[in-house]
């Protein structure tokens, strides 16, 4: 399954006495755990077991720290055994910025491209741009847009840091991914000779982010021609069609042409944010807008290119235009009349394990964030794209979906397994009692979804009560969490809840 995020953290857990564990699910039934029968499972575990499978790598992790930083001879063993078996360099540094640098030269290398070449316009990817060594940032940013490498939690590269054992088994995972994903590119299917441009949006720290790219869909390169440095421009309207940002203010370009080839299936990516600021200085919180953005290729004479393969529109909203309660949370009642439609539809889809409906209705940006227990955790729950929710009941691989209360044990399983435990546990849509924007459950776990997730609408189904010999104990909760996006409500999260000591 392609695109997953899957993000463990270190579990620490002390313990020391005998903990007897009831697990009210399917089987209803007292487990105790040992203290020490508790393992401590790191982070990059899962990325060490997929590499494992494809490379004799243990004598490169075999009793290593995975939190120690890696030695020059481990490095060097680890890319001869891995994605290149006649390198030779030793790097002095095993730094972040150098050791990136070298897996995105190796992958260049491996694919048939010139790193210094490959289109690119610096992004506002990490807030620690300015700490990376200058002879070091190209191939950073492209390591970024081929996901070799996206950086540390909060927008962070920490260039500086040294490279752990942890993380070099997700840089070469990534790595070699890459490689055999840029030399499978001939068997992607090309569309009739045309460009697209295309474009999505994040709101994010009282800014809108935009990310676009121009894709070219001829069979033949491409030599594309932009009469200045600018190469596109950004124009964002309010309600009234009145301009309140335009890239280009106060901007200044080289006036050189500026020449660059696009190969079949190749994309040029852009990336601009806007601090929500209008023309008057005033900083807007509220409202629905309109970005335009136009890829400024010139022509000759004898050449044409539509305006809507060099154009792409996104509307989004900022703030939120419903009545909220004491908490900034959008009104039960508001709420039911909003999702309440759309709700439904999703509940019977995932009933009936319709994994194409399902995806209709997962956001094409976020994707949807699975939670096991209540508390949503952007470390430890695993994320689901919109395109990788449609083979979601046929991918028969196991993944990691966080651990398990009580015993602190990791959640493996496949996705049909996740969802007979984790999912569709009972039968909600006849049984359970609905809430919109209300929590009907509360355990002992802390209830977070609402910080979380932005301006979201939560719908509960909640069974009170399954078994009366348990006396309310085996109750079990299903959520499904919505986020607006460019005027509709996509799926962003499904929180399982449960009755836990």
């Known amino acids: 399954m392609k695109n997953k995020l899957i993000r463990n953290t270190i579990l620490t857990i002390s313990l020391s006495s005998l903990l007897a564990v009831p697990t009210y699910a399917q089987d209803i039934r007292a487990v105790p755990i ?27 992790f075999k009793g290593k720290n995975l939190n120690d930083s890696i030695s020059v001879g481990d490095f060097k063993k680890v890319i001869k055994l891995t994605i290149d078996k006649d390198y030779e360099n030793t790097r002095e540094s095993m730094s972040r910025e150098t050791i990136v640098y070298e897996l995105t030269k190796i992958w260049a290398e491996k694919t048939g491209k010139d790193l210094d070449k490959i289109p690119i316009i610096k992004m506002l990817i990490y807030s620690d741009t300015s700490d990376i060594d200058i002879r070091y940032q190209n191939g950073i940013y492209v390591a970024y847009m081929y996901n070799i490498a996206k950086g540390k939690e909060g927008r962070i590269f920490d260039p500086k840091t040294n490279v752990t054992y942890g993380e070099l088994a997700v840089l070469i995972n990534n790595t070699s991914k890459a490689i055999e994903k840029e030399l499978n590119l001939d068997a992607q299917p090309i569309a009739e000779g045309r460009y697209e441009t295309k474009g999505n949006y994040e709101l994010q720290d009282d800014k809108v982010i935009f990310n676009f790219e121009l894709m070219s869909h001829y069979t033949e390169a491409q030599e594309l021609m932009f009469g200045s440095g600018q190469q596109f421009e950004l124009t964002i309207t309010d309600e009234d069609g009145e301009e309140v940002y335009r890239f280009s203010d106060g901007k200044f370009f080289t006036m050189a042409l500026v020449s660059k080839t696009l190969n079949p299936g190749e994309v040029i990516k852009w990336q601009d944010e806007w601090d929500m600021t209008n023309k008057d200085g005033e900083k807007l919180t509220t409202g629905n807008y309109k970005a335009q953005i136009n890829v400024m290729v010139i022509t000759g004479e004898d050449e044409e290119i539509e305006e809507e393969q060099l154009t792409t529109v996104m509307n989004f909203t900022l703030g939120s235009d419903y009545e909220l309660n004491e908490e900034g949370i959008i009104k039960s009642e508001v709420a039911k009349e909003v999702i309440e439609k759309t709700a439904d539809e999703l509940i019977n889809a995932i009933k009936d394990k319709d994994a194409e409906e399902i995806a209709d209705y997962v956001h094409p940006v976020k994707g949807v964030r699975f939670t096991p227990y209540t508390t949503v955790s952007t470390d430890n729950d695993l994320v689901i794209s919109k395109e990788d929710m449609v083979n979601f009941f046929a991918d028969e691989s196991s993944y990691i979906w966080g651990y398990y209360d009580g015993s602190g044990e990791e959640i493996k399983l496949t996705p049909s397994q996740y969802y007979e435990k984790f999912i569709y546990t009972e039968d909600f849509i006849n049984e359970a009692e609905i809430g919109y924007n209300e929590v009907l459950s509360k355990g002992n776990m802390v209830e977070n979804q609402f910080d979380v997730y932005e301006n979201a609408i939560v719908v509960e189904y909640h069974i009170p009560e399954i078994n009366p010999e348990f006396e309310g104990l085996d109750w079990q909760s299903l959520r499904l969490v919505f986020e607006e996006h460019e005027g509709n409500w996509k799926l962003v999260g499904i929180i399982h809840n449960q009755w836990t000591i």
Do not use: C, G, R
Request: glycine content about 0%; proline content about 0%.
């Open 34 to 60: 040992l203290a020490q029968d508790i393992d401590v499972v790191h982070w990059s575990e899962t990325y060490l077991e997929q590499l494992s499978k494809k490379f004799e790598v243990d004598e490169i």
